[in-house]
């Protein structure tokens, strides 16, 4: 009967470890280094703009050798039409993006993010900048 | 006169019968259907076989390493919609460390002056499909199709319905 009841507090004490093992495995900490492979319509700039302009703590490294983690994604951009203009009264272009955050000892992804922006106001640094605030939640989420 | 009109009518008794005795011999009896079974001069590809009974029920465990060949970028939003629906596998981006692939397609049309128009619509027409192979055996064990004729976030809608019905794959919901 003891036995069981110490097998049954082991599992109690190590079922939390293996959980906060799993949140570390995917946290993304402060201060890595992250390498922007390049993207559709040169997104990479935008996106490296944006991380400064959201002070978003990451140090972008030119090297992927040097990097801990790899940022790899998409963006589509289509300009307002006449037909959107004279019908919709927008002219602001329509975007989308997507990014996904690879942890590059373990090749598993541990983030990603799209977005959609049907009258970005900014074009691409609307897309770029709504990346960069939400990696920079999910850096500081710790998890 | 009369007899003109018997010859037609003879005539048309004769094609009705000819019709009928070909519409009977294209389907045979099932004594018939045996017998072209049976017979061995039959070419080997043209042997037929049952389907499994099991056809792709495979079981996909939670927590699989799955790898996402390139879409044209849509991979990348296929990757956050497993994310942000909490899909319990774990994607990967090299091939070699996964233990399913996924491959498809995407495609997307914007609105045009006409759907703007009729409909007061400018969301785009979005369609993508994408196939889950074991990458051990090279069985599929899972597709879907998705269209979406007023994706209100485009991609990211597609990808999330994707995303939605493979979580429910395999916890077992579908």
């Known amino acids: 009967m003891s036995g069981k009841t110490l097998s049954l507090l082991l599992l109690l004490m190590l079922a939390p470890v293996s959980g906060l093992a799993q949140d ?6 402060a201060g890595s280094k992250v390498f922007v492979n390049p993207m559709k319509d040169g997104f990479e700039k935008d996106l490296i703009t944006a991380f400064e302009a959201k002070k978003v703590p990451l140090e972008v ?12 994604g ?8 006449v037909a959107k203009v004279l019908i919709m009264g927008s002219w602001h272009s329509s975007e989308q993006a997507s990014i996904t955050v690879t942890n590059l000892k373990t090749g598993e ?31 500081e989420s710790k998890k | 006169m009369f007899h003109r009109i018997s010859r037609l009518l003879l005539f048309l008794t004769a094609l009705a019968a000819g019709t009928f005795a070909q519409t009977t011999q294209s389907s045979p009896t099932p004594a018939a259907s045996e017998q072209s079974a049976s017979k061995p001069d039959k070419p080997a590809d043209l042997i037929d076989k049952e389907p499994p009974a099991e056809l792709s029920k495979e079981k996909i465990p939670a927590g699989s390493k799955i790898y996402i060949a390139p879409l044209k970028g849509y991979e990348s939003f296929l990757t ?15 091939q070699e460390i996964a233990d399913y692939e996924i491959t498809g397609v995407s495609e997307s049309h914007q609105a ?9 619509s400018q969301q785009s027409n979005e369609q993508a499909s994408i196939v889950m192979t074991n990458l051990k055996t090279g069985v599929a064990v899972w597709g879907y199709n998705v269209n979406k004729t007023n994706s209100y976030k485009g991609k990211q809608s597609s990808s999330e319905a994707c995303a939605k019905h493979l979580k429910a794959r395999i916890e077992g919901r579908e």
């Open chain 1, 74 to 81: 998409t963006s589509e951009s289509k300009k307002a039409g």
């Open chain 1, 109 to 139: 992804a541990v983030w990603a993010y799209s977005v959609n922006k049907a009258n970005s106001a900014h074009g691409k640094r609307s897309t770029a900048e709504a990346c960069a605030k939400y990696l920079k939640k999910k850096i």
């Open chain 2, 112 to 120: 045009g002056w006409a759907k703007m128009i009729f409909l007061g």
């Open chain 1, 61 to 72: 490294v030119a090297e992927k050798e040097k990097a801990d983690f790899e940022i790899s």
């Open chain 1, 24 to 29: 570390v495995a995917k946290a993304i900490p």
């Open chain 2, 80 to 94: 956050a919609a497993i994310i942000k629906k909490g899909t319990p596998v774990v994607v990967v981006n090299n």
